[in-house]
């Protein structure tokens, strides 16, 4: 399994278009990589304020979704 580390900032105003039907999310890792990956693995971090802090996302060796922490 490999991990990949992001600082994620997503206001409810952009966490309402993801309802909406924009489902992808375009970061920049920690180490400078650029990553998309489906808004969906955060929906269990929403609060009020929207989605954030930075989360460890752990993926197979053939680049699949396995699992979201959040570090901070």
């Given at each position: 399994m490999d991990i990949i580390d992001v600082d994620i900032h997503l206001s409810p105003e952009e966490v309402q278009r993801a309802y909406e039907g924009?489902?992808?999310?375009?970061?920049?890792?920690?180490?400078?990589?650029?990553?998309?990956?489906p808004v969906r693995i955060l929906w269990q971090f929403i609060g009020h304020?929207?989605?954030?802090?930075?989360?460890?996302?752990?993926?197979?060796a053939n680049k699949q979704f396995e699992s979201v922490t959040r570090l901070l």
């Open positions: 924009v489902d992808q999310v375009f970061a920049v890792a920690l180490d400078g990589r650029s990553l998309r990956f304020d929207g989605i954030h802090g930075r989360f460890r996302i752990h993926y197979s």
